[in-house]
């Protein structure tokens, strides 16, 4: 056996990773071992989740795998595994590759609940903001190719719910009307300023995200990507969203009266 040139100079407890079990090596937070053969599987492994979500082939168990690879290394370099899941998350967040759900559950599964949900909710909405940004910046021309009339719906929408801009923002999030990448890269278009966007993409997909890093945290019980869905959450989101309607029905309603009177 040889060790990798990733072992760490200095051993760090275990309760680096929250619930879950020390790298394989002993005592926990030491040099991790491997082989030629063991660092070509993990390559494997790690390779297998892009080339499942470029294939739109990602099952489970391709999570699972790159789970076990990232466990090994996580206690001992904390901040080279979390760095590299960060910026990975962001740059599919930005560029709409699918497949963000598997890093969602990642950050469940090697970071556990407390620590993931808000990691998972801050780096979805970084990678949602730089889409934005790069949307306004340099992609108008090619979303209005793309999206025509999808646009100019949702521009429509936008100058319509200005004084209640946050509600609108929000009840998009929270329900499944609008895809999130059509908000992501329409929103600059659309005049819709970036502090609302923002917050309103905290927010609104924080339900979504605390399904999703919850069933990463149980992992090894799922059988399929379809065992993510709670019902419970799934309710509450869409209750949520339509309340955050009430203060534009209410204008809305008020309005009609005085023009009636």
């Known amino acids: 056996l040889q060790t990798s040139r990733y072992a760490p100079r200095h051993a760090r407890p275990c309760t680096t990773a929250p619930r879950l079990p020390c790298p394989d090596s002993d005592p926990c937070g030491e040099a991790v071992l491997t ?46 595994v979390t760095a590299g899941w960060f910026f990975s998350y962001v740059a599919i967040q930005t560029f709409a590759v699918p497949g963000s759900v598997a890093l969602s559950l990642l950050g469940g599964a090697i970071f556990g609940l407390p620590l993931g949900f808000p990691l998972v909710a801050l780096t979805s ?16 021309p090619l979303i209005r190719a793309l999206y025509q009339s999808r646009l100019e719906r949702f521009q429509a929408d936008v100058a319509r719910h200005h004084d209640h801009l946050w509600n609108y923002l929000l009840f998009l999030r929270l329900t499944p009307l ?50 993510i869905a709670d019902p419970r959450f799934i309710i509450t989101g869409m209750l949520i969203g339509f309340a955050a309607l009430i203060p534009i029905y209410l204008k809305d309603k008020k309005s009609k009266m005085l023009k009636e009177e």
């Not at 909405?125 to 108008?140: C, D, F, H, P, R």
């Not at 005049?191 to 990463?216: D, K, Y």
């Open 125 to 140: 909405t970084t990678g949602a903001t730089v889409s934005y940004i790069l949307a306004g910046a340099i992609g108008e």
């Open 178 to 227: 609008v895809p999130n990448t059509l908000i992501n890269v329409a929103s600059p278009i659309a005049g819709v300023p970036i502090r609302p966007f923002f917050f309103s993409t905290l927010l609104g997909q924080s339900v979504a995200n605390f399904v999703v890093v919850n069933a990463g945290c149980r992992l090894g019980e799922l059988e399929s990507l379809t065992d």
């Open 35 to 80: 082989t030629p053969d063991s660092q070509a599987a993990d390559a494997e492994a790690l390779g297998g989740l892009p080339r499942a979500m470029a294939t739109l082939s990602l099952s489970v168990d391709h999570v699972k795998a790159v789970r076990e690879v990232l466990l090994r290394y996580y206690a001992s370099h904390t901040v080279h």
